[in-house]
């Protein structure tokens, strides 16, 4: 007992870094690219030419407001199904924006909804809301 | 009840005409000198946006063009109609013409408040140019009605952008943070005061502003730097109302002698702010907020306003094209506006998160 101890503490030390260790450079850095991923949603929320028509998300949605994004996935009684906030992102943008649906990894969605988020930082989730 | 307060605004024949459902409401006229009482349409926020050529965003000109044929379909007619500013969303000339091109189907005579997306492009000098002063009052049917601009601001900030359109495109961002408070100012405060001492103090008074003449939220600029300065102008008058337009959504308050109402805007509603959950935010407590809209339906929770005013009160009835329109109304009992169906009773559309 006592000797396999021993050797497993001496394996522990041999290795490199595990899985389950990071460092607050690591944390840094993480939010940094969140952030970094944040600010390219505000710009992609604020730019006349992600739609066709000069009309932008923040037009109607000022600091993301109204766009709860808590609340989903949800039913939504227009696509008779639960929808996604992305799908949603994707309504706005043909609709008010006159412009064309992004796919829902395209680095501009990923970024919105980023953005969305974190303008929403501490709601509870809620999902299926109404 | 007289037989003018049960007749509808819009002539149900005629509005057939425009599309089948339309925002009917009744009068209530409940005071004796039926000759003071008269009627008025309060049209506000049509953000006509120009893309280029001839092409202007379509949503928020058909907001404006309906709201003008339902407005030349009141009877009885009003007396005049108000517009409540930013017509024009970026404060070009082919938005402003464009605006005022759709507004000119009007039948009754329109008076204009400055609206930020007019004005921060040429400050004003285009706007002015077209329709005159910036600031003006006129009497009508013994009320004194008078005209601010109150989305001046800071010459400091005017002064330190590069070219007209980058000031205009950070004013233009409701949240940009860039953005700076907006005032009546020194100037017009002092004009306000000059043109109110020669009114009795019995004379009921409205008022027209762009941006609220009270402060429920600065980070939207739901909000005016001198409100308090120009109420204090307002206070020795009896009867006192402010109408004001920007926030997009209905609100209502009572402060002192002063009622406060709100336009909805003809291009898109906003959210209220409490529903930005970073801020701490001030909507009047009074206010029963409108119903959510609904995106799918591209007229839903904006509309416009027709006004009764009687004995220097107003009715104000919110006209909504896809929902149950609303009426407030000073109850002269309370001394406050009120929600004639709502106040007491909410729904859960009138919930927002």
Redesign the interface.
Known sequence: MKRTTILLGALLLAAPATGDEFTEADLERWQAEFQAVVKRGREAF?DPKLGS???VC?????????T?PE?YPKFQK?LGRVAELWE?VN??IQ??L?GEPLAADDPRMIALQAYINW?????RL?PG?? | MNTLSRRSFLKRGAGAAVGGLLPLSLVEVAFADKSRNFTFAYISDSHI???KGNKF???WDRGLIRAVAETNLMDPKPDFVMYGGDLAQLGTRAELDHGLDLLGALRPRTRFVMGEHDYYLDLGEYWSKLLGPQWYSFDHKGVHFVVLNSILTYDKWINKWSTPEERMNVMA???NPLGSPFMVGAAQRAWLKKDLAKVSKDTPVVVFSHSPLQKIYK??NFWTEDAEQVQALLKPFKKVTVFYGHVHQIQYNQIGNISFYSAMATA????Y?G????KPSHLPKLTVEMN?????F?RDATGWQFIDVWSGRATVHYSLPENAPRTVAYNARTGRPEDTRYQNKRI?PQK??
């Open positions: 604020t028509n000069g009309v923040a037009q109607c949605h000022p600091n993301g407001a109204n709860h609340t227009q949603m309504w706005c609709n008010p006159e303008e929403r930082r501490g709601a809620a809301k109404h | 946006q120009h893309i965003v379509r949503n961002g409701l949240d980070g939207w898109w509603p906003w959210p702010p529903t930005y959950n970073q959510r809209a609904d995106p799918f591209e859960p927002h998160y």
